[in-house]
């Protein structure tokens, strides 16, 4: 069984961005009363501050999921969202691999679409056991493949 869950250093990623704006938004808080002229900037940037913090929060811990794969069955589990849904490989309608490059490297991604129209995509970055799953569907189902 392949079990494709988000990396440590994703969780530790969007904990540091949190915990840095948050710090940011508090220390903008406390000196709003004595910016004097510059106070106008203080009240601007605070909503939007709060704004890009929530944003990303939401999108970046509602789109967290496990996939796990075996038997040419997929399950994939949103843990906030307590959803879980399942596939099977006559659902699966293709699936196509994306290599960008980067600054930093190169980044890869699985993209599985499936009958019922939802795309589940699966990154080397942010998950565990991407050689496997991109292995095992090269293996299982390259007729699909896109």
């Known amino acids: ?7 440590i250093n ?18 903008i808080y406390y000196q709003l009363p004595n910016m004097g002229q510059w106070k106008w900037l203080g009240r601007l940037l605070l909503p939007i501050l709060i704004g890009i913090m929530l944003a990303i929060l939401i999108k970046v ?5 496990n996939v ?18 399942t596939y099977t490989g006559k659902n699966l309608q293709k699936w196509k691999e994306e290599t960008i ?3 930093g490297g190169v980044y890869k991604e699985v993209t599985l679409i499936f009958d ?3 795309k589940i995509s699966v990154s ?3 998950h565990t056991d991407y050689a496997q799953l991109l292995k095992y569907m090269h293996q299982k189902f390259s007729k699909v493949k896109a």
């Open 1 to 7: 069984m392949i079990v494709c869950k988000p990396k």
């Open 10 to 27: 994703t969780y530790f990623s969007i904990a540091v961005f949190e915990v840095v704006a948050g710090g940011l938004l508090a220390f």
């Open 61 to 65: 811990i509602w789109s967290l999921k």
């Open 68 to 85: 796990k794969v075996a038997k040419e069955r997929f399950e994939v589990f949103f843990p906030i969202r307590r959803k879980k849904l």
């Open 101 to 103: 490059k980067t600054a």
């Open 116 to 118: 019922d129209g939802r």
């Open 124 to 126: 080397q970055q942010e």
